[in-house]
């Protein structure tokens, strides 16, 4: 990985130096290489300028050996980096003999000595030589005002030392006479005056959020000084830990089945291997057929918390099932009957109480079912003339938004009673905003637009050239995902009103299918289709990594566990929902035998 480009400039003087320069030693019990410092053998240092290796004091080098060495090629700036990047990790493990005869074989420097000095009397407290090194470190950093932060920084310190100590006098100075004068954060210097009033050291810690006066704190400090100083002259903290861990990641965000959190620790990991995360852990794979619908099945939802599965049919029933926590399969848990036009669309209340359902373009009725009881709370219809076709909970849950094609949009409380409505608005699907204020609701226009039922503006949001047949919007608000009559799935950026991707391979014509966004942190879309599959896409890709086979019929609705990333039902004409896990624990040549397979698209 490249560095940032800062004082790159100065790498011979810097960076590394020749091995006869590279043997320095002090005629004290002590010696420094590379701005460490380590122990020496009878006054002889650990590593010497003749090659000779610890302890001896004696060359074991020829003069040929010691020719070949000085002629020996010179390291390039990438070798550099990476020596002195190993060279740091060894410093922190404490191996710092190690580090020295690295550097000194190598012909490498740690760090300047300058950066050195400054580092050891911040560690041991010693404020006015830490100041004045920064004088020497000025001439190396590229930023003026870099010398001014960091100056503040030292003299925070310093100042919250004092009040520990009890040197109230002392600390009232640094505030007065130190830090007031650079001029510099004068809010923080205000928040740094109250702290004058702690009675004691505890109360001081707690306030200033620190750790108090010791290593902890200092080594906090460095690490943000260090981010004020070029890396030629000092390596930021813990560099190659953030790179290894930034590959880490990078491989995790390009592996198109990793569904699991991100666990930001090495320690979780083999650097050894590439990440890789097999298909077979993936949700293309039948766990359940679930067969109690007797018809089609238009619609399939799990609550909020994953503990529960809504399925609505054209049988007129809704069906809530209940998700074993460890095994993940589901049981029947009651049926909500009397929905005389079928149900093609389910909304869980935000405390997943309350279940809403909704039927076809003929049904002007909605009923709002208590989940725990399985009682019919409210039974909804304004006018016989409605078609209330889609609904979406309020944020607060306490109210919702119901409407259909025949231009009906109404705001209403749990028990039905009407709060607001929108006139002349043919609604195909609706979503409630985070703000508890704006709907967003698709049209016949063939767009999306905002409600604002508070100060009843409204305003256009997404443009499409065909039919919006539905939608979903992701938690945290950003993204739109709409299935688009002719053109299949889209993704839309709501904030900046763009078109994000178009996925390719379900089969949209004029059918309503639901798609929905999944997995740990919503990384995939999942949609049913007419050709009788699931697709499945990561969010970055067009192409599907995923299709799902075992239906027979259309697919109409696809949803995915929220709790459970490796948990997915779709729900289907040919009267079944079927659930969608990993693959079972067989034999590898029997789980590539399945019939109800993913396919391999990513070949």
């Known amino acids: 990985?490249?560095?940032?480009?800062?004082?790159?400039?100065?790498?011979?003087?810097?960076?590394?130096?020749?091995?006869?320069?590279?043997?320095?030693?002090s005629s004290a019990g002590g010696t420094h290489f590379n701005g460490l410092l380590v122990s020496t053998n009878n006054g002889n240092s650990v590593g010497t300028n003749n090659g000779a290796g610890p302890g001896s004091g004696t060359s074991t080098a020829s003069g040929s050996e010691v020719g070949s060495m000085k002629k020996k090629k010179r390291l390039s700036q990438s070798e550099e980096d990476v020596i002195r990047l190993i060279g740091q990790h060894l410093h922190g493990l404490g191996l710092n003999q190690t580090v020295d005869l690295l550097m000194q074989e190598s012909?490498?420097?740690?760090?300047?000595?300058?950066?050195?000095?400054?580092?050891?009397?911040?560690?041991?407290?010693e404020w006015e030589k830490a100041e004045n090194d920064l004088n020497e470190l000025r001439a190396l950093m590229h930023s003026p005002n870099a010398i001014v932060r960091m100056k503040f920084l030292l003299l925070q310190q310093k100042y919250l030392e004092y009040l520990e100590d009890g040197k109230v006098l002392e600390a009232l100075q640094v505030l007065r006479g130190e830090l007031t004068p650079l001029k510099y954060n004068t809010d923080r210097i205000h928040v740094l005056s109250g702290y004058l009033m702690c009675s004691h050291a505890e109360d001081l810690r707690a306030k200033a959020e620190w750790d108090g006066k010791g290593a902890n704190s200092r080594c906090r400090l460095l690490d943000k000084l260090q981010t004020y100083l070029p890396p030629s002259v000092m390596l930021p903290p813990r560099r190659l830990q953030t790179l290894l861990r930034q590959a880490v990641e990078l491989q995790r965000d390009r592996c198109l089945y990793h569904n699991t959190k991100l666990d930001s620790s090495l320690d979780s990991v083999s650097l050894l291997l590439d990440h890789v995360c097999s298909r077979k852990q993936f949700p293309c794979y039948t766990q359940q057929i679930l067969t109690e619908h007797c018809n089609e099945v238009w619609f399939c939802k799990f609550s909020n918390n994953g503990t529960k599965l809504a399925t609505g049919s054209k049988d007129t029933t809704v069906i809530i099932w209940q998700v074993d926590p460890e095994s993940h399969q589901l049981k029947l848990l009651r049926t909500l009957e009397g929905h005389a036009y079928g149900v093609s669309y389910l909304a869980w209340s935000?405390?997943?109480?309350?279940?809403?359902?909704?039927?076809?373009?003929?049904?002007?009725?909605l009923w709002l079912w208590n989940v725990q009881t399985g009682e019919l709370r409210t039974k909804m219809s304004q006018?016989?003339?409605?078609?209330?076709?889609?609904?979406?909970?309020?944020?607060?849950?306490?109210?919702?938004?119901?409407?259909?094609?025949?231009?009906?949009f109404y705001q209403c409380d749990l028990d039905g009673n009407l709060l607001d409505s929108w006139e002349g608005v043919r609604v195909q699907c609706l979503w409630c905003v985070g703000d508890g204020r704006t709907v967003l609701a698709s049209d016949t226009h063939q767009r999306i637009r905002g409600y604002n039922f508070e100060d009843l503006t409204d305003r256009n949001?997404?443009?499409?050239?065909?039919?919006?047949?539905?939608?979903?919007?992701?938690?945290?608000?950003?993204?739109?995902?709409?299935?688009?009559?002719?053109?299949?799935?889209?993704?839309?950026?709501?904030?900046?009103?763009?078109?994000?991707?178009?996925?390719?391979?379900?089969?949209?014509?004029?059918?309503?299918?639901?798609?929905?966004?999944?997995?740990?942190?919503?990384?995939?879309?999942?949609?049913?289709?007419?050709?009788?599959?699931?697709?499945?896409?990561?969010?970055?890709?067009?192409?599907?990594?995923?299709?799902l086979t075992g239906h027979t019929r259309t697919v109409n609705c696809v949803s995915w566990n929220p709790a459970i990333p490796g948990l997915m039902a779709s729900a289907s004409d040919d009267g079944t929902v079927r659930v969608w896990g990993p693959a079972p624990f067989l034999d590898t040549q029997v789980v590539d035998g399945l019939n109800e397979n993913c396919s391999n698209m990513d070949s």
């Open 107 to 125: 012909g490498c420097r740690l760090e300047h000595t300058s950066a050195t000095k400054f580092r050891n009397n911040v560690m041991e407290g």
């Open 461 to 547: 949001i997404v443009q499409e050239d065909h039919p919006i047949m539905s939608f979903t919007v992701s938690k945290n608000g950003r993204l739109a995902l709409l299935n688009v009559a002719t053109q299949g799935v889209h993704l839309w950026d709501l904030q900046d009103r763009v078109l994000v991707r178009k996925y390719q391979g379900v089969t949209q014509g004029f059918y309503t299918i639901h798609s929905c966004f999944g997995g740990h942190n919503e990384d995939f879309i999942a949609s049913g289709s007419e050709d009788h599959k699931v697709y499945i896409w990561h969010r970055r890709s067009e192409l599907p990594i995923a299709e």
């Open 1 to 25: 990985m490249q560095s940032n480009g800062a004082g790159q400039g100065q790498d011979s003087e810097l960076s590394c130096l020749n091995s006869a320069q590279n043997g320095e030693s």
């Open 350 to 365: 935000p405390d997943d109480a309350y279940l809403i359902a909704c039927g076809p373009d003929d049904c002007s009725e």
């Open 383 to 408: 006018s016989h003339e409605d078609s209330l076709t889609s609904v979406a909970w309020n944020p607060d849950g306490k109210r919702f938004v119901t409407g259909g094609q025949r231009g009906q």
